[in-house]
């Protein structure tokens, strides 16, 4: 019975991982987030990885995270996420694709393909540490703590 237990929740986690990953994407290729992608390309090659929600407001990444935490609220604040996890923190890698130390946009874009480096693809990956709590069902997955992951890329609205 808890390993049918163990398998629902699996289940809810991995669907909240991907609707918060869906939603990080959703904000960032928005026009307003064009200055952070081209901060990120400045500054750390396009990619930043934050936790899950990311208490530093003063971060340029902050409020795509916090976005993404709240998908998975049940109180509306970023705080009360379910994949808020102090001990093992959920993270959030936001990548841009970058050309001269600036976000590519629509119009800098050499490629249609949004895996190839000059498309204006954005790609967010969040990374949640599940924890198995019977102890039959580990023995199958390698352990107690299983990596429950989604990557989604979108393409930037940036003009």
């Known amino acids: 019975v808890v390993g049918v237990a163990d398998l629902g929740r ?3 986690y991995r669907e909240a991982v991907t609707n918060a990953t869906r939603q990080a994407v959703r904000v960032a290729v928005q026009s307003s987030q064009e200055a952070t992608g081209d901060y990120y390309c400045t500054n750390t090659s396009g ?7 990311d208490a530093t407001t003063s ?3 902050a409020t795509i995270a916090n976005t993404a935490a709240i998908e998975t609220s049940s109180d509306g604040a970023a705080s009360g996420a379910v ?3 102090s001990a093992n923190p959920t993270r959030i890698t ?5 050309a001269n130390g ?3 946009t ?3 874009a050499t490629s249609m393909d949004p895996t190839n480096a000059g498309s204006d693809a954005i790609k967010v990956q969040i990374d949640y540490s599940f924890q198995i709590i019977t102890p039959f069902v580990g023995r199958f997955t ?3 703590t299983v990596h429950v992951r989604s990557t989604v890329i979108g393409r930037a609205e940036y003009p």
Do not use: E, M, R
């Open 83 to 85: 994949l808020a996890n």
């Open 10 to 12: 699996s289940f809810y």
């Open 47 to 53: 990619t930043v990885t934050v936790n899950l929600p």
């Open 59 to 61: 971060d340029k990444v």
């Open 142 to 144: 390698g352990g107690q």
């Open 94 to 98: 936001v990548t841009w694709h970058c």
């Open 102 to 104: 600036l976000a590519i």
């Open 106 to 108: 629509n119009l800098t």
